[in-house]
């Protein structure tokens, strides 16, 4: 059964850090891509990070690169995403999510199948 879960989400002062972690298992298939989303109540999901799993190259939003950084481990089932200088507007459930189009480094959301709960990082002034 294909598998995709969130950790490390909690809560951090501005200028802070977190690193959310994703295991990706039971995949028949390797994903083409494994990215992190991220939603507030007042806007739609946006994808701000994804990496190629097969190269490991990595694409950013514009509003988190030099901030954020996405990384996989050498079995390419867990991917993390390492979250420095953190402001309240990244406060958000983050969600991680799996890819099989080939063209997944767009991060647009409808590319992405499988999803899982979500975790919520709140960042405080």
């Known amino acids: 059964q294909e598998q995709v879960a969130e950790s490390g989400g909690g809560s951090v002062q501005a200028g802070g850090s977190l690193r959310l972690s994703c295991a990706v298992s039971g995949f028949r298939d390797s994903p083409k891509c494994v990215g992190w989303f991220r939603q507030t109540p007042e806007n739609e999901r946006e994808g701000i990070a994804t990496i190629i799993s097969y190269t490991g190259w990595p694409y950013y939003r514009a509003s988190v690169k030099g901030r954020f950084t996405i990384s996989q481990n050498d079995a390419k089932n867990t991917v993390y995403l390492e979250m420095n200088s953190l402001k309240p507007e990244d406060t958000a459930i983050y969600y991680c999510?799996?890819?099989?189009?080939?063209?997944?480094?767009?991060?647009?959301?409808?590319?992405?199948?499988?999803w899982g709960q979500g975790t919520q990082v709140t960042v405080s002034a």
């Open positions: 999510a799996t890819s099989m189009d080939i063209a997944c480094s767009g991060l647009y959301v409808a590319q992405y199948t499988n």
